[in-house]
């Protein structure tokens, strides 16, 4: 459902509460086929008229716009004319029938249910990989009418997350596969307790969505937060997909080894050999294609590949295609477009450290453009991104919570942060309202280095939690 009808129902819900007599109105939307029988026993099962109509207010917030068309034709013909009147001027522009002609697919249902999952936008610059992507799809497709696992694994930066997230932009396959909706977990590396935390989150906003019943207390164990969620996935949400990102630890896959649908991403391809069900791996390539690293690079700076200097091609070949890297310079050069020749200097020099030392991918280049990055910022501005430490990898936070840390209004600190997400140092989840800015865990390498190890920086760990 649009972003303003949905506004306008939650406006008006205590109205809308109070008034309508929900059984009348759910005659004709199941007649117009926007209401299950199964959603309409649920909301009848309530005990009174007004949370019988809470509870049809809850299940229509989840739906489309051709929903909220049908309840407002449905209060016009119950002869509700003046709630109707509430949401006349947020009647969804589209015809129902528009719904499935967006661009590029992304119909308000399917940016509803990403929205809804915590799925991550594309990245500002984006090339697409039609081949990895169709491949990711198609295992999709295998888990139309089974559980099973799917795997998509390679080096650190090669793309994997962000070609996950992009597969799942798909009207079709989402609306087929998982009309029950996508559900995205950053996991990254964690101990148990912090395993326990996610799980806790994941139930809470499963939970969540469900009209009118109080949630439980959240589980205390991993065990119990297994059941729980075997629970609400298998009852609740049986045609979900479950994304686990960035999977470390097998610990982690036999925590969520639940018979459901999940696709995970990952740089170690064996993770999966310890779980139950069918298991389906996607590969994906450490480097991009020469031309399609060649389009980041000319996206990032003068739009055209042919008028890319010839640095650009050395430069490609220097990080091996690599889409973090080539992003990160892409980013530098947009800020300074007469500086070919020292990044690519700078990374042929290779004098950084690995920063995986179990992996024989040449992370030297990798270290070596993160730091370029936070070389070119501002003396003040280093010294802020600096404070950046305190962030875990890929937790969230508004501009607000480092409007306390440094003191600055959060108009100021949306500033400074829009020049770090610009030179791909920090990453902003615009599917939230207020942003949540985040960093990905090979910009902390470069942070940890360059942090200082003073007590003031511990205070404000401290201040950062207790926010
Ligand atoms: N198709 C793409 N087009 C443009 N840039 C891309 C693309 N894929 C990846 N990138 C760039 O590379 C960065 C790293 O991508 P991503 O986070 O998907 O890597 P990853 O393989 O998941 O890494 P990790 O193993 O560390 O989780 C992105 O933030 C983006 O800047
Ligand atoms: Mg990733």
């Given at each position: 459902m649009e972003e303003r009808a949905r506004s306008c129902l939650l406006r008006s819900r205590s109205t809308l509460v109070k008034d309508i007599k929900a059984s009348y109105l759910m005659d004709h939307m199941i007649s117009d086929g926007v209401l299950s029988p199964d959603e309409e026993e649920v909301v009848l099962g309530k005990s009174n008229r007004k949370e019988q109509a809470a509870a049809l207010l809850e299940v229509l917030l989840r739906k489309d716009n051709r929903a909220y068309i049908s309840f407002y034709n449905a209060l016009v013909r119950e002869n509700y004319g003046d709630l109707a009147g509430i949401l006349h001027n947020d009647l969804p522009l589209v015809s129902p029938e528009a719904e499935k002609s967006f661009a590029d697919g992304c119909t308000s249902f399917l940016q509803m249910k990403l929205s809804e999952g915590g799925v991550p936008q594309r990245p500002v610059v984006f090339v697409k990989r039609p081949e990895l992507l169709n491949q990711i799809q198609k295992k999709l497709y295998q888990l139309q009418n089974t559980s099973g696992w799917v795997t998509?694994?390679?080096?650190?930066?090669?793309?994997?997350?962000?070609?996950?997230?992009?597969?799942?932009?798909?009207?079709?396959?989402?609306?087929?596969?998982?009309?029950?909706?996508?559900?995205?977990?950053?996991?990254?590396?964690?101990?148990?307790?912090?395993?326990?935390?996610?799980?806790?989150?994941?139930?809470?906003?499963?939970?969540?969505?469900?009209?009118?019943?109080?949630?439980?207390?959240?589980?205390?164990?991993?065990?119990?937060?297994?059941?729980?969620?075997?629970?609400?996935?298998?009852?609740?949400?049986?045609?979900?997909?479950?994304?686990?990102?960035?999977?470390?630890?097998?610990?982690?896959?036999?925590?969520?080894?639940?018979?459901?649908?999940?696709?995970?991403?990952?740089?170690?391809?064996?993770?999966?050999?310890?779980?139950?069900?069918?298991?389906?791996?996607?590969?994906?390539?450490?480097?991009?294609?020469?031309?399609?690293?060649?389009?980041?690079?000319?996206?990032?700076?003068?739009?055209?590949?042919?008028?890319?200097?010839?640095?650009?091609?050395?430069?490609?070949?220097?990080c091996k295609g690599s889409p973090l890297v080539v992003s990160l310079i892409g980013a530098l050069l947009r800020e300074f477009p007469e500086r070919w020749d020292y990044y690519l200097r700078q990374l042929q020099k290779k004098q950084f450290k690995r920063i995986r030392k179990s992996s024989s991918y040449d992370y030297e280049a990798l270290d070596q453009a993160m730091d370029a990055s936070i070389q070119v910022l501002q003396e003040d501005y280093k010294e802020l991104y600096r404070d950046l430490t305190v962030l875990e990898k890929d937790v969230k936070i508004p501009a607000k919570v480092l409007s306390v840390l440094w003191n600055l209004e959060v108009e100021e600190v949306e500033d400074v942060l829009q020049e770090f997400v610009n030179k791909s140092l920090l990453f902003r989840d615009c599917n939230q309202r207020p942003y949540l800015y985040y960093l990905h865990d090979l910009h902390q390498t470069p942070l940890k280095c360059i942090a200082k190890p003073c007590c003031r920086q511990s205070r404000r760990l401290t201040r950062v939690r207790s926010i």
């Open positions: 998509v694994y390679g080096m650190a930066g090669s793309g994997k997350s962000v070609m996950a997230s992009e597969a799942l932009r798909d009207h079709t396959l989402v609306s087929e596969c998982f009309p029950d909706g996508v559900h995205w977990l950053s996991v990254g590396q964690l101990d148990r307790p912090d395993l326990l935390v996610k799980m806790q989150s994941l139930c809470f906003r499963l939970d969540q969505n469900q009209s009118g019943e109080s949630c439980p207390r959240p589980p205390s164990t991993i065990e119990e937060a297994k059941e729980r969620l075997r629970f609400l996935i298998l009852r609740r949400y049986p045609r979900s997909l479950l994304i686990l990102d960035d999977i470390w630890d097998s610990v982690v896959l036999r925590a969520f080894d639940i018979q459901c649908r999940v696709i995970i991403t990952t740089r170690d391809k064996s993770l999966t050999d310890s779980v139950s069900g069918l298991r389906l791996d996607v590969p994906v390539d450490s480097g991009l294609e020469e031309e399609k690293a060649l389009e980041i690079l000319s996206l990032y700076t003068i739009g055209k590949v042919q008028k890319l200097p010839d640095q650009a091609l050395s430069i490609v070949r220097e």
